[in-house]
């Protein structure tokens, strides 16, 4: 069975990649040709917003995500707005006050940039192929763990606020609360979602909340562990003040145009980047004016008018780690109605499986899986669906992503053809022979057109992507060594 990235079912379509696969294909997707290509027009126009990443101050991420590597990773990425990152820790604020300046000399209202001394230096660290004009706007997640209706709550929530004295205020009063915002830069509040986004409200109302990747099984609004079955459970009265989504690494906007609750929010996509070199794995395309504000950008999110918010920029689902169901301890990787089948019982010690998003979509969806087409709602936007630059060259070369000789390759084609979400999304294959050889452009062609495989992720542990076929490569090295010694 042959999936696209609609999750269309194509029986019909055989591609000769899938056929080669080495992968076990009970748990590969191989998608057609027909997927969907967000349209080339406004390309010099649009912005692309990475909204939600951390800062060093959040446990479990790289030293390396300070100001300065966002800022030069961001250009290496093609990245136009970045977010800041765990807004409300101390420190970190400080440290945001000492290195950064409103934008467009004032006139970016509540977007930053950093001071013009500091850009100087880093910039001699990026290729000049990739520089651009990088803001910053003040955002943070937040983690709720708190009981309601008889159940322990576990839910994350995105920030976004307009400037850094709202930011203050916000801290300020978190801090009489009781709160600890010091430990970590990813705060655990023991308030409800609800009370929380009072909160916010009540301090400014330019600043706005939108629920963290939704579907995600441990912590999230929608999550199968510990999360609601519908918007207004976690925000009661006030979900009228919810206008967006990020829907995750595991579900792509197709999945959630199946809930019609979800018609009127926006969707948006970011990477939740925990180091500089994850940033944009998932971005938000917007159109705004010049110089772009904190107001606009909100107006996009909000209003979510196609002349604004373009569209995202996706994981394929079924690499994200939470997309199947599973027991990673087991390896054991299910899908939905094989979890159903054996009753939601891991088949080799008996406990029970993590229920990924798949899973959980088909419990909330009301509207059918179609073979055909999925269902478009009002605010649907164009998505490419890509996969990051390095697992590209990482499986054309038959090596790790970390790996000498693909990071190599992967900063000459920074350097000679530009930055990684243009090689991605629109390098011609003329740009392209710059610094890549005829495999890794067929490998980048191919997923641009959808023409991959992927072991789908389960229970934490990523899916896997398949490109290039063990033979296609053996013949690159065969054909290397032919004109070295032949």
């Not at 076990?24 to 040709?33: A, D, G």
């Not at 509040?189 to 109302?205: I, K």
């Not at 350097?415 to 610094?435: K, M």
Request: glycine share 8%; proline share 6%.
């Amino acid at each position: 069975m042959f999936v696209d990235y609609h999750g269309r079912r194509d029986r019909k379509r055989r591609s000769s990649l899938v056929k080669s696969a080495v992968l076990p294909r009970r748990f590969t997707r191989s998608y057609s040709l027909r997927q969907r290509r967000s349209p080339v027009y406004r390309l010099g126009m649009e912005l692309l917003c990475d909204l939600h990443v951390h800062s060093r101050f959040s446990r479990a991420v790289s030293a390396d995500m300070d100001l300065g590597h966002m800022y030069q990773w961001a250009q290496r990425k093609g990245i136009d707005v970045v977010a800041t990152g765990d807004v409300l820790h101390p420190a970190w604020r400080a440290e945001m006050r000492q290195q950064l300046v409103p934008a467009d000399d004032g006139r970016g209202e509540g977007l930053y940039e950093l001071r013009p001394e500091l850009r100087e230096s880093l910039d001699e660290a990026v290729p000049r192929s990739c520089r651009r004009r990088v803001r910053f706007i003040l955002a943070g997640e937040i983690s709720h763990i708190f009981k309601k209706d008889g159940a322990v709550r576990k839910v994350h929530n995105l920030i976004l606020l307009p400037s850094l004295d709202c930011g203050d205020q916000v801290a300020e009063r978190l801090l009489r609360l009781g709160y600890n915002l010091h430990s970590d830069g990813r705060p655990i509040l023991g308030m409800p979602c609800r009370d929380f986004l009072e909160l916010l409200l009540s301090t400014d109302s330019r600043a706005y909340l939108v629920p963290a990747h939704i579907w995600t099984p441990h912590f999230s609004v929608f999550g199968s562990l510990s999360g609601f079955d519908r918007l207004s459970d976690c925000f009661g009265d006030l979900t009228r003040h919810i206008f967006a989504l990020e829907t995750g690494l595991s579900s792509d906007p197709a999945m959630n145009w199946r809930l019609s609750a979800l018609d009127d929010l926006t969707l948006i996509s970011s990477s939740d980047a925990h180091s500089p070199q994850k940033l944009g794995r998932e971005l938000t395309r917007l159109c705004l004016g010049n110089p772009p504000t904190f107001a606009a950008l909100r107006r996009a999110l909000e209003y979510c008018s196609p002349d604004e918010f373009l569209g995202t920029v996706e994981f394929f689902p079924e690499e994200g780690k939470y997309h199947l169901d599973g027991h990673r301890d087991c390896g054991v990787r299910l899908e939905p109605s094989e979890r159903a089948r054996l009753s939601g019982q891991c088949p080799r010690c008996g406990k029970p499986v993590t229920v990924g998003v798949l899973s959980r979509v088909e419990t909330l969806a009301d509207r059918p899986f179609s073979p055909e087409a999925a269902f478009r709602p009002p605010r649907a936007r164009p998505y490419d669906s890509l996969v990051p630059l390095t697992e590209v060259v990482a499986d054309v070369l038959g090596r790790t992503v970390a790996s000498d000789a693909v990071q190599r390759l992967y900063f000459r084609l920074l350097d000679q053809v530009g930055p990684e979400l243009h090689i991605l999304r629109s390098a011609t294959p003329d740009e392209l022979r710059r610094a890549a050889d005829p495999l890794l452009i067929e490998a980048l062609l191919r997923m641009r057109r959808g023409e991959l495989r992927i072991v789908a992720g389960f229970d934490g542990e990523y899916g896997r992507v398949g490109l290039v076929t063990e033979s296609e490569r053996d013949h690159k090295g065969a054909s290397l060594q032919m004109g070295l010694f032949g």
